[in-house]
């Protein structure tokens, strides 16, 4: 990789506000993410962190009445005028918040529709492995309708769905919203050995201190915009807190 | 041995063997409701009115092409086929539920909106095919007609109709193998439930359902050449199939294969019973209390979960 190469980050976002109708969403956003980041967005509620992951993977321009403006761009290449399925083919996914499986189908065809994409089917079954490799619970319930699984469980399908399209970005919304504390971190082992296969990650993250435990980067959204951003090393709690709130102290 | 109990024997054993032939053909005339409906969520009340265009069809290619009206099917499969996915994108994609979901409107004003459409259809395809072929009744002729295979001293089975089943069987399977172990089956199966989820994984979920749609009506196209091969039929004969294949949705449950089949098999046995029993006029009005009950006390279907 050649020193230019690594001046360039792999995300870069510059202007992005979106809307709902008359609503905006998000505010004037600007952020950059390098390869090899986690970065952790934390917020309060309605501070705009799922919108703007849902703006980068195109979910923010398909119904008629939201829409985005600004810059997205991925490796040099424009993202904000694509479609959400051409966003994912180029290598950027979203593990939703909620999981949004598909409930009456088995973990397996789960996983499966995560490899629709033409380029992606050769390789599927390559993968699938991998991702029982790395969830190794999900293989013995491989034939189990996912509505039957506990929200851990499903969490872990969620993910390994969106690995299926092999992504070099993946973006995480609320992780670990309505999970155990031991299967959070059993969650977040698995967020770590994804990221050490070399694959970026995103993660809206209610916790604080989990969000700086595993971030090498933090940023804090208030009111549809970012008010902080920095190392983990950089910032205090308290500056972070007050961030969080938009009090000044 | 005992006269009466020989004879009791031989009308059951009668009522479910032409019942369980009767059935197989009801299968197939519904798959395509089922895909719909079951998996889709969308209501075609143009069904009926697609068979018997694809009956007309085979009727057309016939009278250019002296041969056997299975070959027909090489023709009217694909001709459906493209129509249902051209109707599917430029019309349906715009009314369906997930499109009204996608607009923020509710999913039920999604069902409705189908409806208008596909009666609209329904309309133009029988005065359609009324301006072009005019009102008498057709029939595909074929040597099979009265056919039949003797399996006992008093128990035959028509030969066409056990044709017929075979072919429903290994459509059946077809569809049940492609909704499962296909990646665009698969793909039919999750756009349906959340396009937005769908686009994540890569799927445009218009192509898909245009797909899915083009299939539903391909599985028609066969359904239309049966009809034709076992009945006469005319323009506006559509909304009696309709009907049957309703019939056959509700009482198998909706989106599963296994259950299109189950609910044609007991649409055939009992119809085929009831005019064993209560004379031909019984046959109809049986299928229908029949689904009028499960109606009342099962809605979801017989064997839905």
């Known amino acids: 990789m050649t020193p230019m190469a690594d001046a360039v980050p792999l995300l870069r976002i510059a202007g992005l506000s979106a809307y709902y109708g008359e609503l905006r969403a998000i505010y004037d956003i600007a952020l950059d993410i390098r390869e090899g980041d986690i970065l952790a967005i934390i917020g309060a509620n309605g501070a705009g962190k799922s919108t703007l992951l849902k703006s980068i993977v195109g979910l923010m321009n398909r119904g008629e009445a939201a829409h985005i403006r600004g810059r997205v761009e991925f490796r040099g290449r424009r993202l904000d005028t694509l479609e959400t399925e051409a966003i994912v083919d180029a290598g950027v996914t979203l593990v939703p918040e909620g999981r949004r499986l598909f409930p009456r189908m088995t973990v397996e065809d789960n996983l499966r529709a995560g490899a629709f994409l033409p380029r992606l089917r050769p390789t599927a079954d390559r993968r699938l492995a991998e991702i029982f490799g790395l969830f190794p619970k999900l293989r013995e319930r491989r034939r189990q309708v996912v509505s039957e699984m506990s929200g851990g469980e499903q969490q872990m399908v969620a993910i390994g769905r969106a690995l299926m399209s092999s992504p070099s970005l993946i973006l995480f919304d609320e992780l670990s919203l309505g999970l155990a504390p031991a299967v959070v971190d059993d969650i977040y082992r698995k967020v770590r050995e994804i990221h050490a296969k070399g694959v970026t990650c995103v993660i809206i993250e209610q916790d604080m201190r989990r969000a700086l435990a595993v971030a090498n980067r933090v940023c804090v959204m208030l009111e549809g915009a970012i008010v902080l951003e920095g190392a983990p090393a950089e910032l205090t709690e308290d500056a972070i807190t007050a961030a969080y709130f938009g009090s000044e102290r | ?305």
Do not use: C
């Open chain 2, 1 to 305: 041995m005992n006269e009466d109990l020989y004879w009791m024997f031989i009308d059951v054993a009668n009522g479910l063997l032409s019942g369980s032939m009767l059935g197989g053909y009801y299968a197939v005339i519904a798959i395509g409701l089922a895909l719909n409906f079951g998996v889709m969520r969308l209501v075609n009340l143009a069904h009926g009115d697609w068979l018997i265009l694809a009956a007309y069809l085979a009727v057309a290619f016939l009278s250019m092409a002296n041969v056997s009206p299975f070959w027909t099917l090489l023709l009217v499969v694909p001709v459906m086929y493209v129509i249902g996915y051209v109707i599917q994108r430029v019309m349906l994609n715009r009314v369906s539920v997930q499109a009204a979901e996608r607009r923020g409107m509710s999913a039920s004003f999604g069902l409705m909106s189908p409806l208008l459409v596909t009666f609209g259809m329904s309309i133009v395809i029988g005065q359609g095919l009324l301006a072009v072929f005019d009102s008498n009744a057709m029939a595909i002729r074929n040597e099979l007609s009265f056919d039949a295979i003797r399996l006992g001293e008093d128990l035959t089975v028509s030969t066409l109709r056990l044709i017929f089943f075979g072919i429903a069987l290994l459509m059946l399977a077809l569809v049940q193998f492609f909704l499962h172990g296909t990646h665009m089956g698969r793909a039919i199966r999750a756009a349906s439930d959340d396009p937005e989820i769908a686009a994540l994984m890569g799927m445009n979920a218009n192509k898909v359902y245009a797909v899915a749609s083009g299939i539903s009506l391909a599985t028609a196209g066969v359904a239309g050449v049966m009809i034709g091969m076992s009945r006469s039929f005319q323009p506006f004969d559509g909304p009696t199939f309709l009907l049957i294949a309703f019939g056959v949705v509700i009482l198998g449950g909706l989106g599963s294969m296994v259950g299109a089949l189950v609910g044609g098999l007991i649409l055939g046995i009992v119809q085929v019973l009831a005019g064993t029993y209560f004379g031909p006029s019984a046959q109809l009005v049986a299928g229908y209390i029949l689904i009028l009950f499960v109606l009342a006390v099962r809605p979801q279907g017989l064997f839905s979960r």
